[in-house]
């Protein structure tokens, strides 16, 4: 099969006949095989009741129907366990994104050889309070990435089928994906300006908290991708620095009390820094301890992407 297009969606009843009829105009056009999988993230609406009518309309839809809303990542998780299309493309389900966009990324993954292609909406149809925040918060996340995109959150994506199938979205981790494909070894990753359209039906599902939990999302992200496998470099480092920034401070003070018999040692404000100094680097060290712990008792999936295997 040569494409699956993964959407997530939720409260999306009015798109979906639109979209799905538009995708497969371009799949015909291009004598492609596909399939379209819709996750309908526990929607209000009536949108499983549509997905039903399309799939006895056009068999390549497939449905997938949560029983709550989870979230666009879970919804996407779901979906790249079920495509088996040799390019996952993911788009959003609200019409903004263009199914016209489709052949030019399978193009980029099957020819030119990239493992990731992110759309980037280089001209934008949503409110200034959307737009000024994106930037700040794409460009963080391009500094920490070192991964050269413009555009981290645009819902359409694609993906060579096997980059779907090693990384693991959680959380609200759908705007990294570059980053998890990088970290999986998948590092061919790079951008297609793509046409951004005004919603036409339906209201946002993202508000301004958005971008509040994206940051912390990509610091523990890069904090995970950095140290997941081995806690003990990060907490130990500087464990040890505060450690030894403590004992030095008391012991230059317990020097100054014993040979210069200086007095009041116990008002100074270096004897509180001191105590402190230690107390905080035993802390961190024993941290450090029990996230090895927890690392190596894990029953996590192993995320080492073995690439081939012969015999
Ligand atoms: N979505 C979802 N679950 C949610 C929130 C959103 O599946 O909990 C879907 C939504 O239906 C849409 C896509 O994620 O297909 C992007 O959402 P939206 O258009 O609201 O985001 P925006 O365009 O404002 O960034
Ligand atoms: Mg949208």
Redesign the pocket.
């Known amino acids: 099969m040569d494409i699956s297009v993964v ?6 009843e009015e798109s979906l006949p639109e979209l799905e009829a538009w995708i497969r105009r371009v799949m015909e056009a291009n004598r492609f095989t596909y399939e379209i999988i819709m ?1 309908d ?1 526990g929607s209000k609406d009536r949108s499983w009741q549509v997905i039903k009518d399309l799939t006895q309309k056009n068999p390549y839809v497939r449905g997938i129907k949560f029983r709550r ?4 990542s879970a ?1 996407l998780h779901v979906g790249f366990e079920a495509v088996k299309g040799d390019v996952v493309i993911t788009m ?3 019409l ?1 994104d263009s199914p016209d966009e489709i052949p030019e990324l399978r193009r980029m993954i099957v020819e030119d050889g990239f493992d990731l292609v992110s759309g980037w909406k280089k001209t934008r149809h ?1 409110p200034i309070s ?1 737009t000024i925040p994106s930037k700040f918060f794409n460009g963080v996340t391009r500094w920490i990435s070192k991964i050269p995109l413009h555009d981290f ?1 645009c ?1 359409l994506k694609a993906y060579r089928h096997n980059v779907v199938k090693s990384i693991e979205i959680y959380g609200e981790m759908h705007r990294y994906t570059p980053l998890l494909a990088k970290w999986s070894g998948f590092g061919r990753i790079t951008e297609k300006v793509v046409e951004h359209r005004a ?1 036409k039906y ?5 508000g301004l908290d ?1 971008f509040i939990n994206g940051f912390l999302d990509l610091l523990s992200i890069t904090f995970i991708g950095k140290f997941g496998k081995r806690p003990m470099h990060f907490f130990g480092l500087l464990g040890t620095l505060f450690f030894i920034c403590g004992v030095v401070i008391l012991a230059y003070l317990s020097w100054a009390k014993l040979v210069y018999k200086e007095y009041g040692i116990t008002d100074r404000p270096l004897f509180f820094f001191g105590i402190l100094t230690l107390i905080v680097g035993t802390q961190l060290f024993v941290t450090g301890f029990l996230a090895e712990l927890l690392v190596r008792n894990s029953s996590t999936r192993n995320t080492y992407v073995i690439e081939k295997e012969i015999g």
């Open positions: 959407i997530p969606l939720f409260n999306e996750v993230d809303n989870y979230g666009k919804a959003d389900a609200d903004q949503d959307k959150n819902g919603r339906g209201v946002s599902k993202f958005r």
